[in-house]
T-cell receptor, first 114, second 114 residues
Framework: QQQVKQSPQSLIVQKGGISIINCAYENTAFDYFPWYQQFPGKGPALLIAIRPDVSEKKEGRFTISFNKSAKQFSLHIMDSQPGDSATYFCAASMSRNTGNQFYFGTGTSLTVIP | DTGVSQDPRHKITKRGQNVTFRCDPISEHNRLYWYRQTLGQGPEFLTYFQNEAQLEKSRLLSDRFSAERPKGSFSTLEIQRTEQGDSAMYLC????????????FGPGTRLLVL
C-alpha cells in the first residue's frame, strides 16, 4: 500500500515556467514532509522540507504548500530552469515512530525545455 | 567530502552469488538507514540502525539479506544467493538522532544480477 501518492508521473515545462508536483497522504501521524531531487545515477538530495505547523515554506525558487485538512502538500518550482530537470520525490515520516523511516512517493520526472 | 559514501558504486554479479555493500555515514550521525530503489520507483525502507543496534527491519528484507553496523560507524549490507529480483539501487542514508531529523543519502550502489 502506497503511503504517499504523488502526481503527475512526468511533467514538461518551458524554461521560466512554474512546475507543480502534488502529493497526498492518509496517515495523520506523519509530521515531517521533505522533498528530494534525484539526478540519474545519483542518490536523492534534500531540496526542502516542511512540518505541519506551517502552511507554506519558501527557499529560493522552491516553495512547499501544505494543506493539513486535505492531507496534501505540493512543490512549486518558480522560474524553472533546464538544470532543474530531474526526478522529484516527496516523502513523509512520523517522529513518534522511533525509526523515523521515510515513506516516498513514486516520483515525478521533470523536464524543463530551454 | 563529508557526505555519505557508498562502495562499490556498481556491482554486476551472477545469480546465486553473494554480494556485500558498504556505507560510510556522515561522521556525527547516529542513525543509518538502508533503502532499495527500483527503476521508476521511490526508495523503499529496508532497515535502520541507531548506533550499532539494528532496531527495525522491513518485511522487504528477506532472510537472504543481512546488515551490520559493528562499531556504530560504517555499515555493510550483504545479500546471499542473489536473485534477479534483487537488481536495484541500494541507498544508504544517515541522520542525527533527533525526532524528525532529515536523512542524507549517499550516491547508492547499483546492483545487477544476471
Amino acid at each position: 500500500q502506497q503511503q504517499v501518492k504523488q502526481s503527475p508521473q512526468s511533467l514538461i515545462v518551458q524554461k521560466g515556467g512554474i512546475s507543480i508536483i502534488n502529493c497526498a497522504y492518509e496517515n495523520t501521524a506523519f509530521d515531517y514532509f521533505p522533498w528530494y531531487q534525484q539526478f540519474p545515477g545519483k542518490g536523492p538530495a534534500l531540496l526542502i522540507a516542511i512540518r505541519p505547523d506551517v502552511s507554506e515554506k519558501k527557499e529560493g525558487r522552491f516553495t512547499i504548500s501544505f494543506n493539513k485538512s486535505a492531507k496534501q502538500f505540493s512543490l512549486h518550482i518558480m522560474d524553472s530552469q533546464p538544470g532543474d530537470s530531474a526526478t522529484y520525490f516527496c516523502a513523509a515520516s512520523m517522529s513518534r515512530n522511533t525509526g523515523n523511516q521515510f515513506y516516498f512517493g513514486t516520483g515525478t520526472s521533470l523536464t524543463v525545455i530551454p | 567530502d563529508t557526505g555519505v559514501s557508498q562502495d562499490p558504486r556498481h556491482k554486476i554479479t551472477k545469480r546465486g552469488q553473494n554480494v556485500t555493500f558498504r556505507c560510510d555515514p556522515i561522521s556525527e550521525h547516529n542513525r543509518l538507514y538502508w533503502y532499495r530503489q527500483t527503476l521508476g520507483q521511490g526508495p523503499e525502507f529496508l532497515t535502520y540502525f541507531q548506533n550499532e543496534a539494528q532496531l527495525e527491519k522491513s518485511r522487504l528484507l528477506s532472510d537472504r539479506f543481512s546488515a551490520e553496523r559493528p562499531k556504530g560507524s560504517f555499515s555493510t549490507l550483504e545479500i546471499q544467493r542473489t536473485e534477479q529480483g534483487d537488481s536495484a539501487m541500494y541507498l544508504c542514508a544517515s541522520s542525527l538522532i533527533r525526532a524528525g531529523e532529515t536523512q542524507y543519502f549517499g550516491p547508492g550502489t547499483r546492483l545487477l544480477v544476471l
